[in-house]
T-cell receptor
């Protein structure tokens, strides 16, 4: 059973399009992280959000943490083929470890 | 420091054999985590260490699995009497407290 639900599971879009992926839970997180993973490699940390309502930007990526700290979203503007990968959210519950969602597999076609 | 290093990158073993994986964390990180990831899933927590102390073990970690972190430096994960269901990517991560993991590239285990 996944504590975090990510949607959509798969997303295939054309280069230049915008997209949003979601991470939801019924539990409150003390913090939440987003990672990007390429095949055969470990996940790479993109951002950590801590405060409810927090918004962070990383170039074309915008991360938002829900006010109640139960959900988060990742928005990518003008997607590029280099954005292709598995996007994972991970929620911290007990200030000592993170639980991961199943991920959103993004494919950006040139 | 070159980040978190895992060895080997790939391991193919016959069912019933024992295997051991090694993780070298970032030197100043006091926390070390082991996760397992199967195809189409996110990483699942197995166990973590703070320095040399193993503080938590998941119920996924059956008695065939053992992890150590002698002297709070590198860690090993051993699987005894491997089963086909053990086939997965085994990921190691380190962090300073819980502020953002740095993952290694993983060890891909295939049990045939």
């Amino acid at each position: 059973t996944q504590l975090l639900e990510q949607s959509p599971q798969f997303l295939s879009i054309q280069e230049g399009e915008n997209l949003t992926v979601y991470c939801n839970s019924s539990s409150v997180f003390s913090s939440l992280q987003w990672y990007r993973q390429e095949p055969g490699e470990g996940p790479v940390l993109l951002v950590t959000v801590v405060t409810g309502g927090e918004v962070k930007k990383l170039k074309r990526l915008t991360f938002q943490f829900g006010d109640a700290r139960k959900d988060s979203s990742l928005h990518i503007t003008a997607a590029q083929p280099g954005d292709t990968g598995l996007y994972l959210c991970a929620g911290e519950y007990n200030f000592n470890k993170f639980y991961f969602g199943s991920g959103t597999k993004l494919n950006v076609k040139p | 420091d070159t980040g978190v290093s895992q060895n080997p990158r790939h391991k193919i073993t016959k069912r019933g054999q024992n295997v051991t994986f090694r993780c070298d964390p970032i030197s100043e990180h006091n926390r070390l985590y082991w996760y397992r990831q199967t195809l189409g899933q996110g990483p699942e927590f197995l166990t973590y260490f703070q320095n040399e102390a193993q503080l938590e073990k998941s119920r996924l970690l059956s008695d065939r699995f053992s992890a150590e972190r002698p002297k709070g430096s590198f860690s090993t994960l051993e699987i005894q009497r491997t089963e086909q269901g053990d086939s997965a990517m085994y990921l190691c991560a380190s962090s300073h407290r819980a502020h953002g993991y740095t993952f290694g590239s993983g060890t891909r285990l295939t049990v045939v």
